[in-house]
Nanobody, 133 residues
Framework: QVLVAESGGGSVQPGGTLRISCEVS??????????FGWFRQAPGKEREGIAV???????????SVRTRFTLSKVTGREGDRMYLHLDMGDLRSDDSGTYYC?????????????????????WGQGIQVTVSS
């Protein structure tokens, strides 16, 4: 069973920075061949992909965050879990929403739509990020 758990949400002022993290585990060292991503959903809007890291090592970013957010992936010490960190900078009010971490067994997303919710089958519960003065 794939387990996806987010952490690090909260409130931040416009222009500030925030790191959110995700831990994916539950399938042993097979997790190292998975692809991972961060999605967000604002009230009344569809869930959108913002940053994805596939198993090959390619990263994909949404246009609105490309120059402000950085995604990194760290393998757990025993190789049976992955940590996905999203460092968010120059935050704006429209970055507010519920942020979801997702995982897929797909190793390469080159032939898929990496930022599509349909590409991912495992999801966390979501965490809230609020950008407000």
């Amino acid at each position: 069973q794939v387990l996806v758990a987010e952490s690090g949400g909260g409130s931040v002022q416009p222009g500030g920075t925030l790191r959110i993290s995700c831990e994916v585990s539950g399938v042993g060292d097979a997790v190292r061949r998975y692809s991972f991503g961060w999605f967000r959903q604002a009230p009344g809007k569809e869930r959108e992909g913002i940053a994805v890291y596939d198993g090959v090592g390619r990263s994909y970013y949404g246009d609105s965050v490309r120059t402000r957010f950085t995604l990194s992936k760290v393998t757990g010490r025993e190789g049976d879990r992955m940590y996905l960190h999203l460092d968010m900078g120059d935050l704006r009010s429209d970055d507010s929403g519920t942020y979801y971490c997702a995982a897929t067994r797909r190793f390469s997303l080159a032939a898929d739509s990496p930022l599509s919710t349909n590409t991912f089958e495992y999801w966390g519960q979501g965490i809230q990020v609020t950008v407000s003065s």
